[in-house]
């Protein structure tokens, strides 16, 4: 099977999409000819052209807010946020009306938008350009978040939130955009809310998200060597959450350590031990449940302070490690 990139898949989901359906368009600052602040869609303008690869003015409320009655009119427009920090300006629209509507016309009318756009740190942007701001919209009833860590999870989720007659809000994870995995040539999607175990193991289970995941896969080649034998799990949607995959792997191995990239107070890692603790895997956790997120502190343009500042391979290697020395609560 070939193997392509993030940044090329999330331009073929899509490509593949506009083809089918003359409905869908994308809208953004600079996505035109100069394709894009990442590239994700240079060369559509010339096969697509210029009414539907839609540059727009610098107004992320009026990106949005374009979007929103363009689809309760039956559009299906992917609008593209340049840094998803930019959300803040856009998020009357996006909270107020693309994920009410819906809900307040009965079911009459509904909002099949999709707001792509690129989060994270790593590429020394600073502390606007490089939050992961993804709890704040899982907040929301009515917004679906997607957070896909491969090409192939890319390609197929997109191609769902495209499809779907809800909001999707779509967190593409900068330093993914050149990682390489295989992704078929032919069209597949992947329903929003199934997590895909990314590593099977026995002895714990990591609660990955983004970038993270790659980060988790290789802290458990690192145990591996010690004979730990580590679970990594991609929930891949945070809303809709696949509850019960997450459920199934705790119950299995008995230990839970979660790692996002976002600031860890506040942060979707939270969510998920909350929701393990009062499902029936609690019962079967033999420690407590450990989270692990960025620290307290907007992104520093120092990189060797942007680096602190997130959870690195050790970090994860060493919280597996505590979680597995400590006993259970008594029950």
Known sequence: MREITYLEAVREAMSIEMRKNEDVFLMGE?????????????????????????????????IAGAAVGSALTGMRPIMELQFSDFITIALDQIVNQAAKLRYMYGGKGKVP?????PSGSGTGAAAQHSQSLEAWVTHIPGLKVVQPSTAYDAKGLLKAAIDDDNPVIFYEHKLLYKTNSEVPEEEYSI???????????????????AIMVHKALEAAAELEKEGISVEVVDPRTLVPLDTETIIESVAKTGHLVVVH???????????IA???????????????I????????????????????????????????ETLTKKAVAK
């Open 191 to 209: 329903p929003l809310g199934e997590a895909d175990v990314k590593r099977e193991g026995t002895d714990i289970t990591i609660v990955a998200t």
């Open 261 to 271: 990239e976002a600031v860890k107070r506040g942060g979707f890692g939270g969510e």
């Open 290 to 321: 450990k989270r692990l997120g960025g620290v307290e502190t907007p992104i520093p343009y120092n990189p060797e302070l942007e680096k602190a500042a997130i959870p690195q391979v050790p970090d994860i290697v060493n919280a597996v490690k």
């Open 113 to 117: 938008m999709v707001v792509r756009t």
């Open 30 to 62: 600079d996505i035109g000819v100069y394709g894009g602040a990442f590239g994700v869609s240079r060369g559509m303008i010339e096969e697509f052209g210029p009414e539907r690869i839609r540059n727009t003015p610098i107004s992320e409320a009026g």
């Open 274 to 288: 909350s929701m393990i603790a009062e499902s029936e895997a609690f019962d079967y956790l033999d420690a407590p």
